[in-house]
């Protein structure tokens, strides 16, 4: 037998020992495999009807790119595209901008308990889900005499009775509106990060600029956010990822009227899924674009991280 032969016989014999001692972490692995499988490969399956015209069960028929065609020239997908892109960017710029603000604060606060119990209190939205989010500023900003903000404007007499803002049904005030929520909910969660980072700060460093004459603001500018820069660009890279993936805020929050700034493309192929004459083929190429989009973010996002964290995120 040659030496060659030999090596390969010591592998195999080597993989299969190997197999045999951890032969209880593959079991312990195997039901997260096969959920894997199930729940995340074999429906990838269904990629296929993006070239059929799949209407019902009992009528399919291949049409090739005419999906596709159809796709690129339907102006409420292109809407939605561009709906789906200016929410996530602005959402995660408001997000990110505000839990590092409110990590500063957080991190200037000297009393140990109350600060703990300050964080505890903003991060606590992130537990609540959004459909009892939604329903909880739907009552709040109701125009209806339950609604406290209107009933406060009008105390306030920035409005007159009849004026009502309906901010949740409104073209103009959605948006904002929605910002606004997508901040209360998230942003508390959000400064655990940032809070971390700021804890590995050397306050050798914040001595030695006490002693140079420095103050809280030249700290914080000097100090501060230059230790916080690479967290915050590793979060907005990570998050970037993530923008074609919006559905959930929005779907719950969205009604008849704001249609126009509001349908995302996951509602828009969640709508076309679910109409009365269902176009299944059509939805399906709806999900791949927006796959297709997503994934070649996800790279765009690899390579950045790569750049500035000298680490990839896959």
């Not at 005030?173 to 998230?186: H, L, Q, V």
């Not at 990822?241 to 929050?253: D, G, P, R, T, Y």
Request: proline share 2%.
């Amino acid at each position: 037998m040659n030496k060659a032969n030999t090596n390969t016989l010591i592998v195999k014999k080597t993989l299969k020992t190997r197999i045999y001692q951890y032969r209880w972490f593959y079991l312990m692995f195997l039901p997260v495999f096969i959920f894997i499988v199930l729940f995340n490969y074999l429906p990838m399956w269904g990629i296929r009807y993006a070239f059929y015209e799949y209407k019902s069960a009992l009528s399919i028929k291949w049409v090739g790119m005419d999906n596709i065609t159809r796709l690129f020239s339907t102006a409420n997908f292109w809407k939605a595209f561009r709906n789906t892109l200016v929410l996530s960017l602005l959402k995660l710029i408001l997000n990110t901008g505000m839990a590092i603000i409110i990590s500063l604060l957080l991190n200037e606060m000297k009393n140990v308990i109350f600060k703990k119990a300050t964080q505890t209190i903003i991060y606590l939205p992130h537990f609540m889900s959004w459909v009892v989010t939604a329903s909880v500023f739907a009552l709040i900003l109701s125009i209806s005499e339950s609604g406290l903000v209107n009933n406060l404007l009008l105390n306030l007499g920035m409005i007159n009775d009849g004026e009502q803002i309906y901010f949740l049904g409104t073209k103009a005030t959605w948006r904002m509106t929605y910002y606004i929520i997508n901040i209360w909910k998230d942003t508390g969660w959000g400064t655990i990060i940032f809070l971390a980072t700021l804890a590995g700060i050397n306050p050798e460093l914040y001595e030695a600029a006490k002693m140079d004459g420095g103050n809280r603001w030249s700290n914080m500018r000097f100090i501060t956010m230059p230790a916080l820069a690479n967290t915050i660009i590793t979060v907005m890279i990570l998050n970037l990822a993530k923008i074609m993936n919006l559905f959930e805020s929005v779907f719950v929050l969205i009604n008849d009227n704001v249609v126009d700034v509001a349908q995302v493309l996951q509602t828009y192929t969640y709508d076309i899924t679910f109409a009365a004459a269902p176009d299944f083929g059509f939805s399906t190429a709806v999900g791949l674009f927006k796959s297709i989009v997503g994934c070649i973010l996800v790279l765009m996002c690899n390579r950045a991280s790569k750049k500035f964290r000298g680490r990839g995120i896959v």
